[in-house]
């Protein structure tokens, strides 16, 4: 019969630390008086014996315990009790028994023979230590209920991770696996290291069914291939935080985080040049529109990094831009930063009032990161997306230049190029607007940057997939082969960053971002690595189903970064300037009034005209329009046939098509 002993085990690593030392101490007092007292009894003979003072069982442990108290043995986490403690263990019982010895030299009772003091100090000892140890066992023994996990990666990182996952409920570490051959068949604080092959044999043996990467030190390129060689293993991946971060207490052991699309990238992390970063930012007034929004966010954190004299936020959410004032602030307290942070509320469409802020802080680098930027939502509310994507970019580049602002950088996507959609065709004007305005003699440095798709930024897909798999699925994907240029969020912030430095004016800026990725194979790939498989014709019985949605209004299969093939490399290897054309600024002003006052009196159709006016290479599809026009001329429809049936109660009910 096996005897559950989890519930006693967690009872006692519940108890108060002040319950725990008492408990200790009384356990002491009581052991270290009972080994003297054998000590006299396997020396002395029975008449000797009588003439000890029982006192003497007092004094044992009187001088023992304020000697470990003094060594700091009460302090002592039995859980995470090593080889320092032992080592006070012995300095203590020594000493206490040197003191011992002491005192029964002058007293004027019964002098005890050396062998007493040699007998006591190795009972106290192997009392002391080995409870002690015995203890940590048993505390730190398997927890039935876990989960059997293998700890990929056995070096220091690994076995400091295993340690501490035995003091975690949820997990229960069974081995190590790890690609060194070298390490494979040793063993690591009681676990057995095994090959990486060893896997399948590990999870029907030993019932692993998680994998825990161990390995904070990985480029991202090496991290993907690990979990290229775990997949199809129907084995669940989480990776451990860095231990810098378990040290300092940001972050707890338990909060293993899910293999993130960034883990799946085969690109190493554009390394950021430390010249570059700095030259528009260190000591400057630097301001960022979209302040709380995904891109707009990051940027400012790493802002808040590089040393300005001032950070201002502006972004027309409340919400959003508390939060990140709310973060900014409190890192800067924690960091002991002396940076101000000033946060304004407002649209940066308003020209006058941007123009205001400009000139009241005396702003040097702009970064305008505000914009709408999901597809489907703008191609059905054209309006809001001109006015806000391109409009606003136009007045409030125009505000920086009356202010006299130094650099002035637009952050624009791989959708500008070739445009099928509003949102793209609008972030592409965005950038004309910019070139234009440079080359009309503009003392502002007019920069824009370009890049792809953003992990885990709002409405990014990888968080969408997360969601799905969550839930039982199913995973939906537009279309089996669309595919997507992929960076993180604080890659692109970075790239942004050092992008303006090197801007003289006009420039496009864009990110060698590798190869693309196919959006079904990530999500195939999210999948497998959450220990599940994809439910399909060949696999009837899989987890997860992949739904093809078809594409969406106006998105493309492929995005692209350039406008034209001539580009030129950068000083820094990763960053491409683009040689593009654009329209002189007289007739695209011109074309801008005209965009205007169509968007003042809501004439959809002549704004959406106009913008394929001013970027020829987009041809608006069907799905453009503004879905508030939409309803308006549906209801002016039927109040018309409506007004007709109330004239003539026989007029037949006409259907028309929606």
């Known amino acids: ?50 003439h000890v003072p029982l006192v003497y069982l007092a004094i044992a442990p009187l001088t023992a315990i304020p000697v470990f108290v003094k060594f700091g043995l009460y302090r002592a986490v039995i859980r995470y009790i090593g080889k320092k403690a032992l080592a006070a263990v012995v300095a203590g019982v020594s000493i206490s028994v040197g003191l011992l010895a002491v005192i029964d030299a002058l007293s004027d009772a019964i002098r005890l023979p050396a062998a ?47 340690s501490a996952l035995r003091n975690a409920p949820e997990f229960n570490p069974v081995a190590f696996v790890d690609d060194d051959e070298g390490m494979v068949g040793s063993s690591i604080g009681g676990l057995q290291v095994f090959a990486v092959t060893d896997l399948p044999h590990l999870a029907e043996r030993l019932g692993v069914s998680e994998v825990l990467l161990a390995i904070p030190s990985a480029s991202r390129r090496r991290r993907r ?51 570059l970063v700095r030259a528009r930012v260190d000591g400057k007034v630097v301001l ?16 808040a990094q590089l040393r300005p004299r001032r950070l201002v936020l502006v972004d027309q959410s409340e919400p959003a831009l508390y939060r990140v004032e709310r973060e900014l602030q409190g890192s800067a307290k924690e960091s002991g930063s002396l940076l101000e942070i000033t946060a304004i509320l407002g649209n940066a469409a308003d020209r006058f009032r941007m123009r205001e802020v400009f000139e009241t802080f005396a702003v040097q680098t702009v970064y305008h990161a505000a914009a709408y930027k999901h597809v489907p939502i703008v191609e059905e509310n054209a309006i809001a997306g001109i006015a806000n994507n391109a409009m606003a970019t136009w007045r409030v580049a125009e505000a920086a230049r009356e202010a006299e602002v130094e650099t002035f950088v637009l952050i624009s996507t791989d959708k500008a190029v070739n445009p099928t959609s509003v949102m793209g065709a609008t972030k592409r004007l965005a950038e004309l607007i910019l070139q234009a305005l440079h080359a009309e003699r503009c003392a502002m440095r007019c920069c824009i940057v370009r890049f792809g798709n953003v992990l885990e930024s709002s409405g990014s897909v990888v968080p969408l997939f997360r969601e799905q798999i969550a839930v039982g699925g199913p995973v939906t994907v537009t279309h089996p082969d669309i595919i997507r ?99 002189p600024w007289d007739p695209l002003r011109r074309t801008l009034l005209e965009i205007d006052e169509a968007l003042r009196v809501s004439d959809v159709r002549r704004a959406i005209d106009l913008l394929s006016k001013a970027v020829p290479e987009y041809a608006p599809g069907p799905s453009a329009g503004d879905v508030v026009a939409r309803e308006r001329a549906g209801t002016v429809r039927l109040s018309v046939r409506s007004r007709a049936r109330d004239a003539d109660p026989q007029a037949p009910r006409v259907r028309t098509p929606s």
């Open 1 to 50: 019969m096996t005897i559950n002993l989890a519930p006693l085990q967690t009872r006692l690593i519940q108890l108060p630390r002040s319950t725990k030392r008492a408990i200790a101490l009384g356990a002491d007092f009581a052991a270290t008086a009972l080994a003297l007292a054998i000590s006299v009894a396997l020396v002395l003979s029975d008449r000797a014996r009588d």
């Open 116 to 162: 007493v003091f040699a007998i006591y100090w190795s009972f106290a000892l192997i009392y002391v230590a080995g409870s002690r140890f015995i203890a940590r066992l048993a505390l730190n023994r398997e927890q039935p209920n876990g989960a059997r996990v293998a700890v990929y990666g056995a070096g220091k990182a690994g076995a400091l991770l295993a």
């Open 225 to 275: 291939e690990i979990l290229t060689s775990l997949e199809g293993l129907g084995l669940r991946v989480r990776i451990t935080p860095d231990l810098s971060e378990i040290a300092a207490g940001r972050v707890e052991v338990g909060e293993l985080r899910e293999v993130q699309a960034s883990d799946l990238l085969g690109r190493d992390a554009v390394m950021p040049h430390e010249g």
């Open 288 to 303: 960022v529109t979209g302040a709380g929004g995904s891109i707009g966010s990051e940027l400012c954190r790493q802002i």
């Open 485 to 583: 240029y992929f960076m993180t969020i604080e890659e692109a912030a970075s790239v942004v960053i050092q992008a303006s430095a090197l801007a003289t004016g006009g420039e496009v800026f864009l990110l060698d971002m590798g190869e693309p990725v196919r959006i079904r194979d990530l999500a195939i790939r999210m999948i497998h690595l959450s220990g599940l498989s994809v439910r399909d014709a060949d696999n009837p019985d899989g987890d997860i189903e992949i739904q093809y949605t078809g594409l969406r209004p106006a998105e493309k299969l492929k995005e692209e970064l350039l406008v034209s093939p001539n580009s030129v490399r950068t000083q820094h290897p990763m960053i491409m300037r683009a040689l593009e054309a654009f329209t």
